[in-house]
């Protein structure tokens, strides 16, 4: 069983910054597209952003689009997110998965096969 581990979640205030990790203890995430989500209880999961492995190409909601950064590092098989300018409303659990194959197809959530169990933000003074 693939179990993905995300990290680096926590308190932070509005303007402020985090970067969350996302590894996968024994299994190799190089071949496969990452993608980060979030969910706030009672709503539905939100895709957030996705990254290819290979070519690494990108793609981000339009709602974090100039504020989220993801990239990953295949050496460490981490992926990152990188989050800045944070506001309340980015107040989540976020949850990072694997697609079954290695472009991202965006973040539809039926192309993820393997989920963390979420790391979560709170943005507030």
């Known amino acids: 069983q693939v179990q993905l581990v995300e990290s680096g979640g926590g308190l932070v205030q509005p303007g402020g910054s985090l970067r969350l990790s996302c590894g996968a203890p024994?299994?190799?995430?190089?071949?496969?597209?990452i993608g980060w989500f979030r969910q706030v209880p009672g709503k539905e999961r939100e895709g957030v952003s996705c990254?290819?492995?290979?070519?690494?190409?990108?793609y981000y909601a339009d709602s974090v689009k100039g504020r989220f950064t993801v990239s990953r590092d295949d050496a460490k098989n981490t992926v990152y997110l990188q989050m800045n300018s944070l506001k309340p409303e980015d107040t989540a659990i976020y949850y990072c998965?694997?697609?079954?194959?290695?472009?991202?197809?965006?973040?539809?959530?039926?192309?993820?096969?393997?989920w963390g169990q979420g790391t979560q933000v709170t943005v507030s003074s």
């Open positions: 990254i290819s492995s290979g070519d690494g190409s990108i």
């Open positions: 024994g299994f190799n995430l190089d071949y496969y597209a």
């Open positions: 998965a694997t697609d079954t194959l290695s472009n991202c197809r965006g973040v539809t959530i039926s192309v993820y096969a393997y």
